[in-house]
């Protein structure tokens, strides 16, 4: 199972940012994609995950309407498409597959994720 992240870079305050997910090694079934981030001294936070299975959604509360997650089951990828970004959102990003099984996708921030991407930096600033 690998993870391939992309997309990062800077931006400006207000900017929109879309990072893509290109995993391999797995069959889609009842996998999920969450995007993850850890800004410098900060601990892991969940941002969004998505089922691959029906498309089924999760935010952070912090992302107020700013992030939309997606996936191309054809293309075997996910994406974040990150809008109004803040100099809050500067972080590393990472996506993570996890099988989720009969767990409902609304708890896919808490569960453990079997694999990780190695990460893409995001920078808010001007």
Known sequence: LQLVESGGGLVQPGGSMRLSCAASGFSFGYYAIGWFRQAP????????CISLRDGSTKYADFVNGRFTISRDNAENTAYLQMNDLEPEDTAIYYCAAVNLGIIHT?????????AWGQGTQVTVSS
């Open 41 to 48: 001294g900060k601990e892991r936070e969940g941002v969004s």
């Open 106 to 114: 609304s708890y896919c921030l808490e569960v453990d994720y079997d």
